[in-house]
């Protein structure tokens, strides 16, 4: 069984822990960050194979996460994974490294497939 | 028995005014022994015209001609009648001097909202041609905001308040005992019966008085407000009229035609209005019974589309109770419909997660998930794995959800 370690980064609580489940019930590890600080905080602390993050947080938003964790960790797979349908906003993402976007409501197949297909990649 | 002759404008009235004229026939005739009898009369002539040479005559005027004929010809009025209570009130401060309106020109007074400042109303136009007028935000002295402009009115910021008696009536005690009136006057259509001097009614007064006490209680003819006529006090009408530089002869002269016409034009609008309310709210049930029968029909529609669908689909409520299949689930799970129609998905659909159905139906609704790989189980415990999509369909009264059973994968089933 595979046992990356995979950083979901939401606001909502809801949202973290219903992805948590899905991930351990895949075979991953999950870690739960509800902001951008705290997971900046603990990709250095703890490490991560993958980042599933959320553009719309109070606070730092889901793309200076993304910035940062561009410049400080170039190889690091993130998909992103919003409610926003706007294809500047995902045009935005994917050029500054994002490795996928994902709308919700999700089809989890989707994410599955996406989650796998990056780990491979990195 | 005396007989009199009471004129009316020649005019169709409403059954209202009728069952209103009925009363005071019968007032007459039973109170006060005279027999009355109506006659119409034609726009043109004046109330002198029209009562002389008539022994016993009497007819409705508005206010103003009565105070000139009272004042200048010696009628007599009888009673009033008007339709409502919502005089106008002017108030200041308990420690005021003012006692006239001539102590108020140059000053600041406050007129609420509501008071119409295009009636052709003497007192309101003497304020505002001799006074600076401030229109108050708000509508009703009575209101969250009464105690400020009180305030404002004891600090001399203003000389003055003109509100409604309605209004005033409803300011607390604490409020109104800072305050003083300095006059009433009527804002709204008031109509003066009125006899020929020389009709001799003796002690009619006292009698119509009394009468007109029990109307009110009455209510004889609703929307009409009697009043006995001992009781008006005109001084601030003819001081404002006087002010405005007409004698009341000339002020009827010149505005009695627009005073009525302002009534029937307010009247007309009104009726109309009501008329434009009435249609708009045919328009609005007739939308609502369409969007009923959409709603409907929309819902009929989408039973009978999923009946009849060979696609694998399923529509149940968010507790899991199915409400339609279509005819591939059927074919599939080798039920009849009645055997499944009322049981709950979970006996058919196994998620493909250590969550329950209901749990990851409650995430759909949330707007996380859309599609979840499923097994479905057939009556005899076979199962096959499938992906549902799922949509949530909002009714009018209740959520409904579609699962579209994914071809694809069960293509082998």
Redesign the interface.
């Known amino acids: 069984m595979n046992k990356y370690r995979i950083l979901i980064v939401d606001d909502e609580k ?2 973290c822990d ?1 992805l948590e ?2 991930l351990k ?1 895949k075979g991953y590890s999950a870690l739960k960050a509800s902001s951008g600080d705290e997971a900046l905080h603990s990709i250095k602390e703890k490490g991560t194979d993958l980042i599933l993050l959320d553009l719309l947080m109070p606070g730092m938003s889901g793309l200076e996460v993304l910035e940062n964790v561009r410049k400080l960790y170039p190889d690091l797979p993130v998909i992103i994974l919003t ?1 926003v349908k706007d294809k500047r906003m995902v045009d935005d993402t994917l050029n500054l490294g994002a490795d996928d976007y994902i709308c ?7 994410l599955e497939k996406s989650i796998s297909n990056s780990l491979q990649r990195k | 028995m005396v007989t009199a002759k009471w004129f009316l404008p020649d005019q169709k009235f409403t059954d209202r005014t009728a069952t209103l004229f009925d009363g005071i026939r019968d007032l007459f005739k039973d109170l006060l022994n005279v027999k009355i009898e109506f006659e119409h009369f034609k726009d043109g002539q004046t109330v002198q015209e029209l009562l002389s040479g008539v022994k016993n005559g009497i007819t409705f005027v508005t206010l103003y001609e009565s105070i000139y004929l009272e004042t200048s010809h010696k009628f007599i009025p009888l009673f009033k009648i008007k339709t409502s209570l919502h005089n106008g009130v002017l108030a200041i401060p308990e420690e005021s001097d003012v006692k006239h309106l001539c102590d108020l020109v140059g000053k600041k007074i406050l007129i609420h909202q509501g008071m119409d400042l295009t009636c052709i109303n003497p007192v309101i136009a003497y304020l505002v041609k001799n006074c600076e007028i401030v229109i108050a935000p708000k509508s009703f002295l009575a209101y969250t905001d009464s105690d400020f402009q009180i305030d404002q009115l004891l600090k001399n910021d203003f000389a003055a308040i003109l509100s409604k008696t309605f209004n005033y009536h409803l300011l607390a005690e604490n409020s109104s005992q800072k305050l003083k009136i300095i006059g009433q006057f009527p804002v709204e259509s008031e109509f003066i019966a009125i006899a020929a001097s020389g009709f001799n009614i003796g002690k009619v007064h006292n009698e119509l008085e009394n009468w007109c006490k029990k109307q009110n209680q009455d209510h004889l003819a609703s929307g009409f407000i009697f009043a006995p006529i001992e009781k008006s006090d005109n001084t601030l009408l003819i001081e404002a009229i006087e002010g405005l530089g007409y004698n009341t002869k000339n002020f009827i002269e010149q505005y009695s035609s627009q005073i009525i016409k302002a009534i029937t034009d307010t009247q007309i609008e009104e009726i109309k209005t009501l008329s434009e309310k009435y249609n708009g709210l045919q328009v609005f049930n007739e939308k609502l019974i369409n969007m009923y029968k959409e709603i409907r029909d929309s819902r009929d529609r989408l039973y009978k589309e999923i009946d009849t669908a060979t696609d694998n689909l399923i529509v149940f409520l968010k507790d899991g109770t199915i409400i339609g299949i279509s005819r591939g689930f059927i074919n599939w799970v080798h039920q009849s419909r009645q055997d499944i129609i009322g049981k709950n998905i979970a006996d058919f659909i196994s998620p493909n ?3 329950s159905f209901r749990e990851l139906i409650q ?2 609704d ?8 499923v097994r479905l189980v057939k009556d005899g415990g076979e199962s096959n794995p499938a ?1 549902i ?1 799922f949509a949530m369909i909002e009714l009018q009264d209740s959520k409904i959800i579609l699962g579209i059973i994914n071809k694809k994968i069960t293509k082998g089933i």
Do not use: A, H, R, W
């Open positions: 809801n949202v219903f489940e899905f019930y409610g919700k409501p999700i089809d989890l197949d989707v | 997660m250590n969550k995430q759909v949330y707007g996380l998930i859309k599609s979840f790989g992906k999509d």
